[in-house]
């Protein structure tokens, strides 16, 4: 759906992007990462043709994106990082006022713009825009956005100035969407990402450091720690005098790492010495974790 190849982008003497590539399927909802200043932003706005780049491509569906020259964005529904709104009109209104602005079919206005205030819980809001919440806020920009019916839908850090409750009310929309429309956004809240996304990026110093499906990513991660939760509390004890660098992490439980110890030997030794466990576990790395790795 879209392309991205040795995008650089600087601004005066400062590097942001240093050659990004980026690949985003079909029908994927795709978390694009990125600490605060990373470059999320440059990165769309070049995609959308609002930044000249300094070098590299970009096609969206398959057609080139040149600077200035909005021909690709009909493909694109986009929710910029600060959406700005006529704060006078109501939120009907400003769909009408979007869609007559970017000539859809003057019948096809109303009906359109009634089912996607559904979508995004709005529908019953009668007041003008100036009285919204940032929330309310986001979901009629997602409304604005999916006006057109775009092939793929770009949001700027949707979520990220939302309570849990409006962040969560964004992330049901945006998975709801998906069957009709790809969806990419930009984000620094991993537990974001895990909740919806099936492909991420990290974007990191000015390139994409990791990328592709997130449960090949996670699986390729292996993590090497094991968590081993042990019935009484005494017999943890018994375990760290013979194994020593088995760590306490809460009451009755301890966590290993495999490079101290084989999970067999342990195991052995609980079966010879009578000590009852309700778990042992390899832990799962956390998008947290690779992220940490990856920027290290
Ligand atoms: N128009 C601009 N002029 C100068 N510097 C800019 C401009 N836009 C962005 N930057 C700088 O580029 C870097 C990346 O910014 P941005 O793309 O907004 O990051 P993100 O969206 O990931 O937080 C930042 O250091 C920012 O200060
Ligand atoms: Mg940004």
């Not at 979520?159 to 049901?172: C, H, M, V, Y």
């Not at 990290?202 to 990328?211: E, K, R």
Request: charge should be positive.
């Amino acid at each position: 759906m879209l392309n991205i190849h040795n995008l650089h982008k600087s601004f005066g003497d400062k590097k942001v992007l240093k050659g990004l590539e980026l690949s985003v399927p079909k029908h994927s909802v795709f978390g694009f990462i990125g600490k605060n200043g990373a470059g999320k932003t440059t990165t769309i706005r070049t995609i959308m043709g609002l930044l000249m780049a300094d070098e590299g491509e970009i096609f969206v569906a398959g057609e080139k994106v040149v600077y200035g020259n909005t021909k690709t964005n009909r493909h694109i529904g986009y929710l910029p990082d600060v959406p700005e709104f006529y704060s006078f009109m109501t939120a009907i209104e400003y769909l009408r006022f979007c869609g007559e602005i970017s000539s859809m079919d003057s019948l096809e206005i109303k009906p359109r713009s009634e089912k996607l205030l559904k979508l995004v819980g709005l529908e019953d809001e009668k007041h003008r825009i100036k009285g919204y919440s940032r929330g309310m806020k986001q979901r009629l920009g997602i409304a604005q956005a999916l006006l057109n019916r775009p092939k793929l839908l770009i949001c700027d850090e949707p979520t990220s100035a939302l309570d849990p409750i409006g962040r969560k009310e964004i992330l049901n929309i945006l998975s709801m969407v998906k069957e009709n429309t790809t969806v990419l956004f930009s984000t620094h809240i991993l537990s974001d990402v895990e909740r919806i996304c099936t492909n991420v990026a990290f974007l990191n110093d000015g390139v994409i450091s990791m990328q592709g499906k997130l449960s090949k990513i996670k699986s390729s991660y292996r993590s090497e720690e094991y968590v081993l939760e042990i019935e009484k509390y005494e017999d943890t004890h018994k375990l760290m005098r013979t194994f020593p660098k088995l760590k306490a992490s809460d009451n009755n439980t301890l966590r290993f790492n495999q490079k101290n110890y084989s999970p067999f030997e342990i195991i052995q030794f609980m079966a010879n010495n009578d000590i009852a466990f309700t778990k042992i576990e390899k832990l799962e790395p956390t998008l947290e974790t690779l992220f940490m790795e990856v920027v290290k």
